[in-house]
């Protein structure tokens, strides 16, 4: 469901947070540009939850000491995780759903009843619905996959799942997108390929899933010159919504997706994980 | 300073927590009847401050791990502590302040910019200065304390350095009312004394330390009947407003002073240790 289809804010402001609320976070390092808080508290305004999501800054060799004190608060109910703690993060899920024991990555983690904890990676799943959402067909494309971090390797799953035609795949670390292909063919054979130098002639759906594009002066992911004149940029970067790749096809007349669209159609997700449905 | 001196709300209603928001935290067990988040988040929305505070729920055996985890998010920048915390909180703290020597107990810890943690106990100082906003005197007073608990310990030192003519302790653990005059002694010697059993009839200045009052089925922690018509009940507990204990006082026409403020005159002390003035 797109952002803007969602319902109006309530005339009322929200109320401040009190010793009765409940707690989510959003674990990243940076972690000031998430915009999952502004969207899930905006939510819980919206439904009367007393609850907030709050961003947590925690660097790498942090993560465990974090994630222990975390998983021991009693009114925290559940946890969003972004770069770069998509991968480590799945030590601390209980129950790993189908998406994360084929992607290794989890991008929510839930306390369940029992006190043990569920995870899901809603990103590919997002990032497709998005495009949805957006007009943009996914099935029988020719996609490109640059960068296989927690969102890549989710996005790549996803795009197999709902019908490329193909799907080529790189990244800086060659294994790493090797290891993807290896697991996107238990899903469909064949349909990703690892490729060190993509054909963008062959291309029409093109996808950054690299942190490039976060800090101003970060080189382009990819070069959008020798892309065709129908082909697609879709972005993950959030902040800043128009990176200098977006920028770049648009120049171009090529079609772009920003980011945000991916974390908007997450939205629904999380509601319904978290149980905050009716 | 009391609440009701404090500037009034902006019109403007508080922004939802983004990705950039500063996090302070309250630990207790139970903590849904806190009152710091309420105020503080006041304070934050007044100073225009991207900060909240938020409950976290942790048991006594998961202090150890919630601490440690919280001292690694990179975005806490304070830790409030209340009941059954403030005794073992100081296992976390790099920089006791005086009062917390001698106390042996803490309710604020502030990360340094060094990234070790100072911590403070602004219990006794909120309690006399909450007394002295409301008009009712300490020097020369015959004060006697029911339990000895984290925020009894503070109450007590700030009574004695107030000036009190005397100060009955009592605890249903004689052993931590004993250590604790022992530990006042050292401000003023002989002011304070351990009484098993208190002498009513020669108490002006009558304070519930204890927990009790908490829950509807709580036994009164002492009995009102005896005390002097000029003799003053306090309270720590701040939800009910109204204990049974300020109840039960009011009848016989006692004056009383309910335990919000307490916490109410430690907010401006908070926004000095917490560096949130201008």
């Known amino acids: 469901m797109p952002m803007q289809q969602r319902p109006k804010t309530p005339a009322v402001p929200p109320p401040l947070p009190g010793g009765a609320t409940r707690l989510f976070v959003i674990l990243g390092d940076p972690v000031a540009q998430v915009q999952a808080p502004r969207l899930m508290n905006q939510l819980f305004h919206e439904e009367h939850r007393d609850a907030v999501m709050l961003p947590v800054h925690v660097a790498p060799d942090a993560l465990s000491t974090v994630m222990r004190g975390l998983q021991g608060i009693g009114n925290l109910d559940g946890i969003l995780v972004t770069i770069p703690h998509k991968f480590a993060i799945c030590e601390f899920i209980d129950h790993p759903s189908e998406m ?5 990555a989890a991008n929510a983690l839930r306390r369940d009843a029992d006190g043990r904890w569920s995870g899901e990676n809603f990103d590919g799943r997002g990032f497709v619905a998005g495009l949805h959402d ?4 996914t099935e029988g494309r020719r996609a490109a996959l640059v960068g296989t971090g927690g969102a890549g390797v989710a996005i790549g799953a996803a795009l197999v799942a ?3 035609r193909s799907l080529a795949v790189t990244d800086l670390a060659p294994d790493k997108a090797i290891e993807l292909v290896a697991r996107l063919d238990t899903l469909r054979p064949g349909v990703a390929r690892f490729e060190p130098a993509i054909n963008w002639r062959e291309v029409d759906l093109a996808i950054n899933a690299t942190p490039l594009g976060l800090r101003a ?6 070069d959008v010159a020798a892309l065709r004149a129908d082909a697609l940029v879709a972005e993950v970067i959030m902040k800043p919504a128009r990176t200098a790749l977006l920028e770049a096809a ?4 090529l079609a772009t997706q920003p980011g945000l669209h991916m974390l908007a159609s997450q939205i629904a997700l999380y509601r319904t994980f978290f149980g905050l449905d009716g």
Chains 1, 2 share one sequence.
């Open 100 to 104: 994360v024991r084929l992607t290794g």
């Open 162 to 164: 709902a019908g490329v």
């Open 217 to 222: 002066d970060d080189p382009l992911p990819f």
């Open 134 to 137: 957006q007009g943009h067909a």
């Open 250 to 253: 648009a120049r171009r007349g």
